[in-house]
């Protein structure tokens, strides 16, 4: 099956720092979305990003699906950003198994 | 306010008990999703459906049965024969049109054998 691979696994920034998270994915894809967990357990839908580049605030991704990755840009981090980010994809056989990676837990320090 | 709605939020199982979780969306999405996760752990597939009456299995559906009867709905079973089931359990939904939709998730169940 496709496989999904998010680094860096874990991940501590000052507040105000800047952050890419990424996700490698190993075979062509109709659907790609970012979450965040809170921590509370809940994921939060933060890109439905199938190909191209979005932007919402102080978050932007980009994912390139023909080089089989995406990447997640995280500016002037707040303490609120803490919690995991997860990127999961549906592979491009109609198959509709929506399949997650292993996460980036991050912490945002004051 | 559409959405997907999971109950209970906590629930307590004995051993040997079978138990039902409520995944219930007004999306009008086709396919809904179980997953699992453990503590520090990513989300795991359990089952999978795309349509109503008909649904897969996942990569962990061993002591798990699902039903899909109605397209709102997708309820989850742990049975006895699910050797370790306290987890946190998350159902989500989207559409199966083109393009493919956004996946939504509802709040989860976190289940602890007692």
């Known amino acids: 099956g496709i496989q999904v691979e998010q680094s860096p696994p874990d991940l501590i920034l000052q507040e105000g720092a800047n952050s890419t998270l990424r996700c490698n994915f190993s075979?062509?894809?109709?659907?790609l979305q970012w979450f965040h967990q809170n921590p509370w357990g809940q994921l939060i839908n933060l890109f439905y990003?199938?190909?191209g580049t979005k932007q919402n605030g102080r978050l932007s991704a980009t994912t390139v699906a023909t080089e089989r990755y995406s990447l997640l840009y995280i500016s002037s981090s707040q303490t609120t950003d803490s919690g995991v980010y997860f990127c999961?994809?549906?592979?491009?056989?109609?198959?509709?198994?929506?399949?997650f990676g292993s996460g980036t837990r991050l912490l945002v320090r004051p | 306010d559409g959405g997907i709605t999971q109950s209970p939020k906590y629930l307590f199982r004995k051993e040997g008990q079978n138990v039902t979780l409520s995944c219930e969306q007004n999306?009008?999405?086709?396919?809904m999703y179980w997953y699992r996760q453990d503590p520090g752990q990513g989300l795991r597939l359990i089952y999978y459906?795309?349509?109503?009456?008909?649904?897969q299995k996942g990569d962990i559906a061993e002591g798990y049965s699902v039903s899909r009867e109605k397209k709102e709905s997708f309820p989850l079973t742990v049975t006895s024969a699910q050797k370790n089931p306290t987890a946190f359990y998350l159902c989500?939904?989207?559409?199966?049109?083109?393009?493919?939709?956004?996946?939504?998730f509802g709040q989860g169940t976190r289940l602890t054998v007692v």
């Open positions: 999961a994809v549906e592979r491009g056989d109609s198959s509709y198994k929506l399949i």
């Open positions: 989500a939904s989207h559409g199966t049109g083109v393009p493919f939709s956004e996946a939504f």
């Open positions: 075979d062509s894809v109709n659907n």
């Open positions: 990003i199938p190909s």
């Open positions: 459906s795309q349509i109503v009456n008909d649904f």
């Open positions: 999306l009008n999405h086709d396919a």
